[in-house]
C-alpha cells in the first residue's frame, strides 16, 4: 500500500511538472509572436521616416505601411503618399499615428 500512494504521489509530481512545462511554452510563444508583430511595425515605420529625412533611401512599398498599421495606401496612391513623406522630416511621421493622419488627410 505504500509503494501505491508512493507511486501516485509521484505520478501526480510528473503530471503537475508536464502542465506547468506546457503553460511556460504557450506563454513564451504568445510573447514570441507579439514581439515579432511589434518589431515588424517598428522596422516598417523607421523605414517611412528615414525616407522623410532621405530621398535617396528605399521608397516604402504599400507593404511597408500595411505592416506599419496604415491604412488606405495602396498602388493607386503610394507615390503621392511618398512625395508627401518627403516634404516631412523623421520627427513628424516616426509613430504609426502621425503616419496615419498622413494618410487620411491625403483622403
Do not use: R, W
Request: charged share 25%; proline share 1%.
Amino acid at each position: 500500500m505504500y509503494k501505491i500512494e508512493l507511486m501516485s504521489k509521484h505520478i501526480k509530481n510528473v503530471i503537475l511538472m508536464l502542465l506547468f512545462a506546457l503553460l511556460l511554452v504557450a506563454c513564451v510563444e504568445d510573447n514570441t509572436q507579439e514581439t515579432l508583430a511589434t518589431n515588424t511595425e517598428e522596422i516598417a515605420i523607421q523605414k517611412i521616416a528615414n525616407y522623410a529625412d532621405d530621398a535617396s533611401a528605399l521608397a516604402p512599398t504599400v507593404e511597408d505601411y500595411e505592416a506599419a498599421g496604415v491604412t488606405g495606401v495602396n498602388a493607386d496612391n503610394l507615390e503621392a503618399i511618398n512625395a508627401k513623406v518627403l516634404t516631412l522630416v523623421y520627427e513628424d511621421v516616426d509613430t504609426q499615428e502621425e503616419i496615419q493622419a498622413l494618410m487620411d488627410d491625403s483622403i
